[in-house]
Structure formats: C-alpha cells, structure tokens
C-alpha cells in the first residue's frame, strides 16, 4: 500500500543520514532485508550504489520486476555476509534484522546466527563505517540478545529512539560503528525529552498472547499478524493490519 510505502521510505531515509557518509563521493552499501527494493530506491536516488541480500525469492522477484538499480542477492544472513573485507562503506537495514531472533528450524540458534550476522557483517565493512539497523524489538530481551552479539562481534555503538514519547512514531536505530568509536547520535524528538525517555521501553503486554513454548496462541491478535507478516516476505498479498485485526465475533445463532 501507499502508506506503508511513505513509512519505508522515511525510514530508509533516516537510515541513510545516520550513516553520516561523505558528500563528496559515491558510496556502496550494503542493504540487509532489502526485499521489493524500496530502500534500495532512496540509496540510488542519493547517488549511492548499493547491493541488496534477502532470502525470500518472492520479493527479489518483484524488486527484478520493478527494474530497481541496486544488484541483488538471495540469501539467509544468519549464514553470514557472503562478501570480501572492506567492502562496503554502509549497511542499512529496514524492519528485518529482529526475525534472526525466531528459531524457524530445529537447526537454528538465534544467538550463533545473531553472532555469524554481526562477525561477518564486521568482517565487510570498511574501517570508520557504519551500520544503521532499523528494527522492531518485541522486548528487551531480544534487544539485549541483538545488541549483546553485536558488540561481541566488534561492533561499537548503540540504540538511537526516534520520538522516545510517541506510541506510533517512535523507532528503533541501532546505530554501530566499525573501528574507532564515534558520538551515538540524538535521535529525533528528543530535544525536550528527559533521559528517561531517550531510554527504549518495552512492556510485557504480548507475553499473555504467548504459551510455554514461547509461540503466540493459535488465532489470537498476535498469531494473525505473524501469519500475515510471513505472507507478505513471500511476496503474497494481505490484507492491511487495522485495529479490528484478529478482533472476536459475536456468536451466529
């Protein structure tokens, strides 16, 4: 939809101006999650190139057909960034790096895969860059587990809160640096917040929509938008999320 596309391009967009890369030359970047493209779509039209990994061929497919300018790769980056050291000057990536914490197969550990992530995304970026991930954190212990694999892995930095007070804008940057540490950035709408507010926040509302296996219960409200979520990285179409998602029906007589 329209408006989902204006909520990525506005992310991509800030993503891009937390790299904080040079105006006087072309940068290439790496873009995790690119899915369709559209971050993609901002890194060209600010005379950057860039390369785009995802692993679903679905959306790769779509960003093919869209004839966007970035080169694209089919890939699972909990097996690591299949590139060479020192290769990209930047790393963005919009809403993608917090599905690395779901085990989806017996096989997966969501810490080795965080850790494979980082380590190698460390190894392909250039000393003095930057990697900007936008992300979703379902609770502080998955941004403690992504935040903790990042920096064993080398990384400094930290998270940026984009509008720390505001239930529907506020986002999540984590914001890390390759090399030497740099000053974190501010983030916005924070000029007249408090440092308890610049914190991130979480509460513990969706655990009562999870069982002892730590899955949502079967056609409960966070059980549909996982579903529906999954669909749409296949590239199926869905239909928007509204407040009467998943809502409870009167019974028919």
């Known amino acids: 939809s329209s408006r989902v596309v204006e909520i990525q391009s506005q992310m991509s967009a800030r993503a891009v101006e937390l790299l904080a890369l040079p105006g006087d030359r072309p940068c290439l970047l790496l873009d995790v999650g690119c899915g369709s493209g559209l971050s993609g779509d901002h890194i060209s039209e600010e ?58 197969k017996k096989s997966h550990s969501p810490p080795k895969r965080l850790y494979r992530f980082f380590s190698t995304l460390y190894t392909a970026l250039a000393r003095g860059s930057r990697a900007v991930l936008q992300l979703y954190p379902e609770n502080s212990e998955q941004l403690e587990l992504i935040t903790a694999q990042a920096m064993r892995a080398g990384f400094t930095g ?21 090399g030497a540490s740099s000053t974190l950035p501010k983030g916005l709408g924070t000029e007249c917040a408090d440092e308890e507010l610049q914190q991130a926040k979480f509460t513990n509302e969706r655990t009562r929509f999870r069982n002892i296996k730590g899955k949502s219960v079967k056609k409960s409200r966070d059980w549909i938008l996982e579903k529906k979520e999954r669909r749409r990285r296949q590239g199926k179409e869905v239909r928007g999320d509204t407040k009467y998602t998943g809502r409870k029906r009167r019974p028919h007589f």
């Open 47 to 104: 005379g950057h190139y860039w390369v785009g990994l995802d692993i679903s061929s679905a959306m790769l497919d779509v960003a093919v057909e869209r004839e966007v300018e970035g080169d694209l790769l089919l890939a699972d980056v909990g097996q690591g960034i299949p590139f060479r050291p020192g290769t990209f000057d930047g790393c963005i990536s919009i809403s993608a790096v917090q599905w690395l914490c779901n085990a989806d």
């Open 158 to 178: 930290g998270m940026v809160v984009d509008y720390p007070n505001s239930a529907k804008a506020k986002k999540f940057f984590l914001c890390l640096f390759v």
